[in-house]
T-cell receptor, first 112, second 109 residues
């Protein structure tokens, strides 16, 4: 498809389990971003990949969170030992250099 | 410490009238500002942007105004249409965007 694709669209898991969220950016976009939106809040920056540069991880809330981007395209956000406060919508965006970010529809994560 | 604030959680406007959405920021280093629109269960959609070298940018019914001295940004929608009903987020920064908490706009027909 032409847009940013995220999977799964919904994920329900038990506290303590690990989860992996996937993002397929728009083809050709060199930058990829992860955000999360908790209920009633704005989008919170998590991590940013630009080309082959080292990612900007300054927004990751704890060491349980990690992300990788393979081959400059697909990205996976991993949350280990999930906690209830991790429940949120996780949004991925991609962009070309100096262009607005385009978002996927997000993964709604619910931790029971 | 909220660097980008949207102080109005919601706004209700009659169809055909002007909608004005406001946003304030604290970081004078921000040089790029955007507005996104979000429908339920969808990701934010880019609407319009402005760089810090400008004070106005217009695209159809949407105009963004930037007042750098006041660190204030606004989005004007005129005329407002029922399909404009959504959550509007302002964002600021460069590569890393800082988002406001959003304003719910309801356009009544």
């Amino acid at each position: 498809g032409a847009g940013v694709s995220q999977s799964p669209s919904n994920k329900v898991t038990e506290k303590g389990k690990d989860v992996e969220l996937r993002c397929d950016p728009i083809s050709g976009h060199t930058a990829l971003y992860w955000y999360r939106q908790s209920l009633g809040q704005g989008l919170e920056f998590l991590i940013y990949f630009q080309g082959n540069s080292a990612p900007d991880k300054s927004g990751l809330p704890s060491d349980r969170f990690s992300a990788e981007r393979t081959g400059g395209s697909v990205s996976t956000l991993t949350i280990q030992r999930t906690q209830q406060e991790d429940s949120a919508v996780y949004l991925c965006a991609s962009s070309s250099q100096h262009q607005p970010q385009h978002f996927g529809d997000g993964t709604r994560l619910s931790i029971l | 410490d909220q660097q980008v604030k949207q102080n109005s959680p919601s706004l209700s406007v009659q169809e055909g009238r002007i909608s004005i959405l406001n946003c304030d920021y604290t970081n004078s280093m921000f040089d790029y500002f955007l507005w996104y629109k979000k429908y339920p269960a969808e990701g934010p959609t880019f609407l319009i942007s402005i760089s810090s070298i400008k004070d106005k940018n217009e695209d159809g019914r949407f105009t963004v105004f930037l007042n750098k001295s006041a660190k204030h940004l606004s989005l004007h929608i005129v005329p407002s249409q029922p399909g404009d009903s959504a959550v509007y987020f302002c964002a600021a920064g460069g590569n890393k965007l800082v988002f406001g908490a959003g304003t719910i706009l309801r356009v009544k027909s």
